[in-house]
T-cell receptor, first 115, second 110 residues
Framework: DAGVTQSPTHLIKTRGQQVTLRCSPKSGHDTVSWYQQALGQGPQFIFQYYEEEERQRGNFPDRFSGHQFPNYSSELNVNALLLGDSALYLC??????????????FGNGTRLTVT | RKEVEQDPGPFNVPEGATVAFNCTYSNSASQSFFWYRQDCRKEPKLLMSVYSSGNEDGRFTAQLNRASQYISLLIRDSKLSDSATYLCVVMGTGANNLFFGTGTRLTVIP
């Protein structure tokens, strides 16, 4: 039973560039959430996708966008990269069954460095 | 005020010791509570959910105090392998109402 998988594991980009991160949820999960974790901080919620739509969004600018595909996998896109975007980006999957609160299962993360 | 606050530590304890972490939350309408463990440069992993009645899993005990709006994690008989950062997670309704604490760093010393 595959867990949450993310790619790539590491990425180095230059200011102003664009980046796409990918995530495949745990088998049986239909909801994908993305988090940004800066060094020494807890994960910060970026957005959540369910049924191929952005269901919730945290306090992140429009430079951060995403997509969910019919197979529940998801992408996170960041445009016009800033130095401050350097962080560990975590994908978490869960199940959005009616009335159920499913704990998050995290992928290994993508460590993004912007130079 | 932050949604979730934790003492960042670090907590340095000898093997076999008992250690407790507390976490406070600001939204009284919060519904679900969890403790996650995060090893260095790894992803967070669910340690345990926290229920109103309190719950225990081996050496780990979690408690919730809704009146005072805090949750706690107690680790008995600490092992070297318990060294990690422990993240408190509080969830209301909706994904954007899920908040992580900054984590408490624990180091268990031989």
């Amino acid at each position: 039973d595959a867990g949450v998988t993310q790619s790539p594991t590491h990425l180095i980009k230059t200011r102003g560039q664009q980046v796409t991160l990918r995530c495949s949820p745990k088998s049986g999960h239909d909801t994908v959430s993305w988090y940004q974790q800066a060094l020494g901080q807890g994960p910060q919620f970026i957005f959540q996708y369910y049924e191929e739509e952005e269901r919730q969004r945290g306090n992140f600018p429009d430079r951060f966008s995403g997509h969910q595909f019919p197979n529940y996998s998801s992408e996170l896109n960041v445009n016009a990269l800033l130095l401050g975007d350097s962080a560990l980006y975590l994908c978490a999957s869960s199940w959005s069954g009616q009335g159920q609160i499913s704990p998050l299962h995290f992928g290994n993360g993508t460590r993004l460095t912007v130079t | 005020r932050k949604e979730v606050e934790q003492d960042p530590g670090p907590f340095n304890v000898p093997e076999g010791a008992t250690v407790a972490f507390n976490c406070t939350y600001s939204n009284s309408a919060s519904q679900s509570f969890f403790w996650y463990r995060q090893d260095c440069r790894k992803e967070p992993k669910l340690l345990m959910s926290v229920y109103s009645s309190g719950n225990e899993d081996g050496r780990f005990t979690a408690q919730l105090n809704r009146a005072s709006q805090y949750i706690s994690l107690l680790i008995r008989d600490s092992k070297l392998s318990d060294s990690a950062t422990y993240l408190c997670v509080v969830m209301g309704t909706g994904a954007n109402n899920l908040f992580f604490g900054t984590g408490t760093r624990l180091t268990v010393i031989p």
